[in-house]
């Protein structure tokens, strides 16, 4: 009898529960801690002097331009916004965005372009390893498994040292093979703050150039770091190097609008024709994934690139959050001879050197969240928060 079976149906209640992603589930315990004096140096957005992450001044001017002139909200194709890729492209590739041979698209974030990226390279070659530096951002290797392509581990940073891992790294990247791809941070380590000298990415470029290896560069706080070139420097190194490239952007950070899902996806290969086939994948994956990516934050972001005065009061804008990360860490750095090292990392984040113990422990005695890592948000406190911070942190260190 056809009606009849013994195999059961599986149905949604079969779903084995999900291992949460640790930051978000950060985000969760803090937000439920009633402590009024409670310090969030988990989550990883930008916040000022008086603990806010507010909305840049020519952000909001932008927006009421776009509220008061869109015409419009019709579908703007696979693409999206066409203009905000080529408003960014000198920003993100300096004297390369003259080079016909590299292509770029608006995407839903950094991760978009991520994970369009990486999709990409799976049809290129489903064999591809990917070299991941040891830590990376949480987020990478899932992207990676998710695309069926297998990560490969690089040493990228010793905790205890403060430092990169550099000669260990250059070893596991030397056993690349043509067709294999790096995955490096282009700026502003993510969850490490070390990154990479001029001179380290020098020799990068070289033995990724000498092994054929695809470097992938993920950019996430250009401007956060040293500068808008000078965090560009080793991915603009890239360029020049290699015949293949690609390239994962976010505006998320550096415009601060994190939840609008701002970034770009940019692909060099060896010749125009081959990037526009690459770029035509893209937009039928794209199509396949999310269709068109979200307009608002691009179209704020291309306002403002796209006026010279407002352009130039973003960049005066995105200095000051570049200085407070800066003068933080200055401060934090000068407390004590075990935290100097903070002074000389880039970004947001660096890791304290405590064990996840003296974390949760942080956690419940002080009201501190951060990453069991120790990894922790230098801007993720105002001002009047920084004292007591240091004061925990020397405690739990002193043990
Ligand atoms: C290293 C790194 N890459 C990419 C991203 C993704 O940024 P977005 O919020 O634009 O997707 C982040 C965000 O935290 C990040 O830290």
């Not at 492209?89 to 995407?107: C, F, M, S, Y």
């Not at 999709?119 to 991941?132: G, I, K, M, Q």
């Amino acid at each position: 009898m056809l009606n009849s079976t013994d195999v059961k149906a599986r149905s949604l209640s079969d779903l084995p529960p999900v291992q949460s992603d640790s930051l978000i589930a950060l985000i969760g315990l803090c937000a439920a801690d009633p402590r009024p004096e409670k310090i969030d140096v988990g989550v990883g957005v930008f916040r000022d002097g008086a603990g806010n992450t507010p909305i840049l001044k020519v952000i909001k001017e932008a927006e009421q331009r776009l509220v008061d002139g869109q015409e419009s909200k019709s579908y703007l194709g696979s693409a999206g916004d066409k203009k905000f890729a080529e408003l960014l492209r000198p920003i993100v590739l300096g004297e390369h965005a003259k080079d016909e041979r590299i292509v770029g698209v608006q995407t839903p974030g950094g991760c978009g372009a991520l994970r369009l990226g990486f999709e990409l390279l799976a049809l290129v070659n489903p064999n591809a390893r990917v070299f991941v530096g040891a830590p990376t951002w949480p987020n990478h290797p899932p992207i990676i498994k998710a695309v069926g392509l297998t990560a490969v581990d690089y040493p990228y940073y010793e905790r205890g040292q403060g430092a990169i891992r550099f000669e260990d790294m250059l070893a596991t990247l030397r056993t690349g093979e043509p067709g294999d791809i790096a995955l490096l941070h282009g700026c502003c380590h993510n969850p490490t703050g070390a990154d990479l000298s001029d001179e380290q990415w020098r020799e990068v470029a070289k033995v990724v150039g000498e092994r054929g290896i695809i470097p992938f560069v993920d950019i996430a706080y250009q401007g956060f770091g040293r500068g808008l070139d000078e965090d560009a420097y080793g991915l603009r190194l890239m360029l020049e190097t290699c015949d293949q490239v690609i390239l994962a952007q976010s505006c998320d950070k550096n415009f601060s609008v994190y939840r609008d899902r701002v970034g770009s996806l940019w692909i060099k290969s060896a010749s125009r024709e081959a990037s526009e086939t690459a770029l035509a994948h893209v937009f039928q994956i794209a199509r396949e994934m999310w269709s068109m990516p979200p307009d608002h934050g691009a179209a704020a972001a291309h306002i403002v690139l796209d006026d010279p005065e407002l352009k130039a009061r973003w960049l005066v804008e995105l200095a000051a959050m570049r200085d407070r990360i800066n003068a933080v860490r200055q401060r934090i750095a000068a407390a004590d001879p075990r935290l100097a090292f903070i002074g000389r990392q880039f970004g947001m984040f660096s890791m304290l050197p405590l064990s996840r113990e003296q974390v949760l422990k942080l956690r419940e005695d002080k009201a501190i969240y951060m990453a069991e890592s120790g990894r922790f948000n230098i801007v993720g406190m105002g001002d009047a928060q920084i004292d007591r911070f240091i004061a925990a942190v020397m405690d739990a260190m002193n043990g």
